[in-house]
């Protein structure tokens, strides 16, 4: 079975420019989250999503917003990208709220550099 | 709001040694989780061993152990029989263990070498 997969790999972007990150959680998994991983740091609580809502939100600013689609897949975007924005962002999937005990899978994650 | 803390910034051990990783954390609940999860080069973060706080036995899985002391918040992992393959980033992170609780808290992690 295909694990997190998460695209792209990597971008460059450049200040004040959009990007859009993308999901695809493991077959069955309902819930999405979304890190970030500064270099040299630990990650950091972006967003979570279950059943297409939003069920928690890290501390980030409006710039970073999420969503997730019908088949569970999800989108991270950020706006008017900043040079601190550049990181690992990490995809993880589990099954979803109804089961307490459950790992969290993560992705590859994509690599983000601004310029 | 909770925390979690490793002091250990770089570790190395020899091939075939044992090494412990340090992790404290911070919470005023009684129902969490705690993890440890292993990041090589290769970037995927790998679960390498879970503890619910409401279970007294320390964890095991194979050459992994933990020493989970919920009084003292500390949660320490022990490699045994390091191998060259266990070179890697390490991360402790705090999960909430009510229903739904998704979001991790982790630490700063801590660089094990393993030499040869």
């Known amino acids: 079975d295909a694990g997190v997969t998460q695209s792209p790999t990597h971008l460059i972007k450049t200040r004040g420019q959009h990007v859009t990150l993308r999901c695809s959680p493991i077959s069955g998994h309902k819930s999405v989250s979304w890190y970030q991983q500064v270099l040299g740091q630990g990650p950091q609580f972006i967003f979570q999503y279950y059943e297409k809502e939003e069920r928690g939100r890290g501390n980030f600013p409006d710039r970073f917003s999420a969503r997730q689609f019908p088949n569970y897949s999800s989108e991270l975007n950020v706006n008017a990208l900043l040079l601190g924005d550049s990181a690992l962002y990490l995809c993880?999937?589990?099954?979803?709220?109804?089961?307490?005990?459950?790992?969290?899978?993560f992705g590859d994650g994509t690599r983000l550099s601004i310029l | 709001a909770q925390t979690v803390t490793q002091s250990q910034p770089e570790m190395s051990v020899q091939e075939a040694e044992t090494v412990t990783l340090s992790c404290t954390y911070d919470t005023s609940e009684s129902d969490y989780y705690l993890f440890w999860y292993k990041q090589p080069p290769s970037r995927q973060m790998i679960l390498v061993i879970r503890?619910?706080?409401?279970?007294?036995q320390n964890a095991t899985e194979n050459r992994f152990s933990v020493n989970f002391q919920k009084a003292a918040k500390s949660f320490s992992l022990k490699i045994s029989d390091s191998q060259l393959g266990d070179a890697a980033m390490y991360f402790c992170a705090y999960r909430r263990g009510f229903q739904g609780a998704q979001k991790l808290v982790f630490g700063q992690g801590t660089r094990l070498t393993i030499n040869p």
């Open positions: 503890q619910e706080a409401y279970k007294q």
């Open positions: 993880a999937s589990s099954l979803g709220q109804g089961n307490r005990n459950q790992p969290q899978h």
